[in-house]
């Protein structure tokens, strides 16, 4: 008996948000083979490509060549983007797009919905917020997977005290963010974009995310595609602090 789709999605869900950070451990093909036995139980025609994926994501070892290791990494990301793309169908069906509602004072949930969301990248996040500054690179960086690309697009106001805790950070972590600002009367609302595909709106700014009062994260699902194109075209035509 299969597996009905919302419980599908739940699980996918809490997969993408608990991925192993090193691609290379027990752990992580572990994850791989949780996550096609998942597919499976809810659709095994829709499970056959990642089962016949787990032979390539889970090969490892200190004699692989780096042209064999970046074979094998290119292999994972492309399992994580169709785990993705897996989700995104089954939400479309059961109508369980991301809503959260954080009650004023729950800083470490609102936290952890935010650490939830970054923990699935394999290729993009893009932090639009004109309230970014020194306090979220110690919070928020250290939650994105190793490889992924991280991009800042803040307010003016941020131009000095954000690329300041970013170069310290990068001293000490050798990873960093890129960031770009525009001018302050020109940004409001804040969003979080997720390889370029998927994007939820966050009611409080990323740094203080329900310390005074509740908010919530909503996933946008009708424009998306809409809102990525702006912020793309906002990204590009914002100047370096």
């Not at 939650?143 to 001293?171: D, F, M």
Request: glycine share 4%.
């Amino acid at each position: 008996m299969s597996i009905p789709a919302d419980q599908c999605a739940n699980l996918l869900r809490d997969a993408l948000s608990n991925r192993p950070t090193d691609p290379w451990s027990e752990e992580s093909a572990m994850w791989f083979a949780d996550v096609s036995g998942i597919v499976n139980a809810h659709d095994r025609f829709l499970g056959v490509p990642f089962e016949t994926a787990i032979p390539y994501v889970t090969q490892g070892g200190v004699a692989m060549s780096p042209e064999s290791a970046n074979a094998v990494l290119s292999s994972q990301a492309q399992f994580v983007a169709r785990t993705r793309s897996m989700l995104t169908r089954l939400q479309l069906i059961t109508n369980t797009y991301v809503t959260r509602q954080v009650g004023a004072g729950a800083v470490h949930d609102y936290f952890e919905e935010i650490r939830n969301l970054v923990a699935g990248a394999t290729r993009d996040v893009l932090f639009i917020d004109p309230y970014i500054d020194a306090s979220f690179v110690p919070r928020y960086l250290p939650q994105i997977p190793p490889g992924v690309s991280v991009r800042l697009l803040t307010s003016e106001r941020q131009a000095v005290a954000l690329p300041q805790a970013l170069n310290l950070y990068q001293q000490q972590h050798g990873n960093t963010a890129q960031t770009r600002v525009m001018p302050n009367n020109s940004m409001h609302d804040r969003y979080l974009i997720v390889d370029g595909r998927d994007v939820y709106q966050s009611g409080a700014s990323f740094k203080d995310g329900a310390r005074n009062a509740p908010t919530s994260i909503n996933q946008i699902v009708d424009v998306a595609a809409d809102l990525v194109r702006a912020h793309e075209a906002n990204w590009a035509n914002a100047r370096s602090p």
